[in-house]
T-cell receptor
Framework: DVKVTQSSRYLVKRTGEKVFLECVQD?????MFWYRQDPGLGLRLIYF???????EKGDIPEGYSVSREKKERFSLILESASTNQTSMYLC??????????????FGNGTRLTVT | KQEVTQIPAALSVPEGENLVLNCSFT??????LQWFRQDPGKGLTSLLL?????REQTSGRLNASLDKSSGRSTLYIAASQPGDSATYLC????????????FGAGTQVVVTP
């Protein structure tokens, strides 16, 4: 079974802090994604990556950056956390460079609270 | 822009009844459609993936159909159980938006014993 592991289930950070959310997958997947999920807004794509050191902006990249130095790891960085970034963050991965040909697998999520 | 709609937003059924969940999308130029399950406070679990060339997929009590021309997919869950209580989301890959899986808002299902 594919395993996508997010390093923290819950995080509480202060406004202005730099926050790192880590995601690791164990199936040699090329594609990795970061989403946030908010009530009433559903899932929104922040960033995705289809290869090491490659990144593409999603629908809501403002206030975030990402890093993919190794194929199995995709990090989401909040440079200066703000209260409107309080949310559930979900990491996902999929096999294959060609979009849509393989299912997307999600981690269990990180519930981030910024106070 | 692709829009994905799931109606109803919430559904409650007695145990044993069959569940029918609907998903509609506006742009039929899709690679595939995927159904997910989400338990409260957890991530999404992939249930079924239907490629654009397929009409249906089955896994155990789950069956998903796809009608690309009418922009619809239906997830059937036979003989529902309380453990099926969760939110079910559908998502589509559209051919002109690489990497951007478009999600519906989900249908929250409660199966009562």
């Amino acid at each position: 079974d594919v395993k996508v592991t997010q390093s923290s289930r819950y995080l509480v950070k202060r406004t202005g802090e730099k926050v790192f959310l880590e995601c690791v997958q164990d199936m040699d997947h090329e594609n990795m994604f970061w989403y946030r999920q908010d009530p009433g807004l559903g899932l929104r794509l922040i960033y995705f990556s289809y290869d090491v050191k490659m990144k593409e902006k999603g629908d809501i990249p403002e206030g975030y950056s990402v890093s993919r130095e190794k194929k199995e790891r995709f990090s989401l960085i909040l440079e200066s956390a703000s209260t409107n970034q309080t949310s559930m963050y979900l990491c996902a991965s999929s096999l294959n460079h060609r979009q849509g040909m393989e299912p997307l697998h999600f981690g269990n999520g990180t519930r981030l609270t910024v106070t | 822009k692709q829009e994905v709609t799931q109606i109803p937003a919430a559904l409650s059924v007695p145990e044993g009844e069959n569940l029918v969940l609907n998903c509609s999308f506006t742009d039929s130029a899709i690679y595939n459609l995927q159904w997910f399950r989400q338990d409260p406070g957890k991530g999404l679990t992939s249930l079924l993936l239907i490629q654009s060339s397929q009409r249906e997929q089955t896994s155990g009590r789950l069956n998903a159909s796809l009608d690309k021309s009418s922009g619809r997919s239906t997830l059937y869950i036979a003989a529902s159980q309380p453990g099926d209580s969760a939110t079910y989301l559908c998502a589509v890959w559209t051919t002109d938006s690489w990497g951007k899986l478009q999600f519906g808002a989900g249908t929250q299902v409660v199966v009562t014993p």
